[in-house]
């Protein structure tokens, strides 16, 4: 069975960082594309960033140069560094997993709410 279980939201104000977390159990950890996600109030879910099985790296224009994604291979976790936030960076973020192979699978944790308000 695969599990997501986000970690490290909460609220912060404008200028400071949140590091988010995701544990991932269930998959091959080295053969699945990871991502994170986010859905503000309103508005579709959206691509933040994603670090590919082949290790290719890639960021949503709204994000580039303040959010980092990472992997931990060994913990099978991937975070997400947010720094510089601001208050349209306010969502709640998903963290998602693929198989780097053609498949329907799609995993999705619960989602973790960020807050980036004065």
């Known amino acids: 069975q695969v599990r997501l279980v986000e970690s490290g939201g909460g609220f912060v104000q404008p200028g400071g960082s949140l590091r988010l977390s995701c544990k991932v159990s269930g998959i091959i950890f080295g053969i699945y594309n990871m991502a994170w996600y986010r859905q503000a109030p309103g508005n579709e879910r959206e691509l933040v960033a994603q670090h590919k099985a082949n290790g290719l790296i890639g960021y949503a224009e709204a994000v580039k140069g303040r959010f980092t994604i990472s992997i931990d291979s060994g913990q099978n976790m991937v975070h997400l560094q947010m720094d510089s936030l601001k208050p349209e960076d306010t969502a709640v973020y998903y963290c998602?997993?693929?198989?780097?192979?053609?498949?329907?699978?799609?995993?999705w944790g619960n989602g973790i709410l960020v807050t980036v308000s004065a």
């Open positions: 998602n997993t693929r198989p780097s192979y053609p498949s329907s699978n799609d995993y």
